[in-house]
């Protein structure tokens, strides 16, 4: 009979929960890019899209017990990323007051310091 293969051992965790992670910061520059072009399709594919890579790399951190020190660093980073780039496209268009955003900014700041 062959061996089972245990995926704990196969699979380089660490490197995929934290290239879920940077991927996700890698998707801000790009969802400014749709933002900017007027492709709002696209634009929110790309937050899906992000939303599924955060919401994976808590998964398999949790489940495979890969919680990292860079993991913990970048994680609250690329949300950030994720986030404040719309906000910023936000006032930039006027639809939304300056202010509003920076009580927000401030908020989340606040909160993860």
Do not use: C
Request: glycine share 6%; aromatic share 10%.
């Amino acid at each position: 009979m062959p061996k089972l293969i245990n995926a704990k051992r196969l699979i380089n965790w660490p490197l995929i929960i934290n290239g879920l992670t940077i991927s996700r910061i890698l998707l801000g520059l790009p969802i400014i890019f749709a933002l900017i072009n007027g492709n709002n399709n696209i634009f929110i594919f790309l937050l899906l899209l992000g939303s599924l890579t955060d919401f994976f790399d808590g998964y398999f951190a949790r489940k495979y017990n890969h919680q990292s020190v860079l993991g913990a660093k970048l994680d609250p980073l690329a949300d950030k990323i994720l986030i404040i780039g719309p906000m910023i496209w936000l006032v930039h268009e006027n639809l939304v007051p300056l202010w509003a955003i920076w009580l927000l900014l401030s908020r989340e700041l606040l909160i993860t310091s």
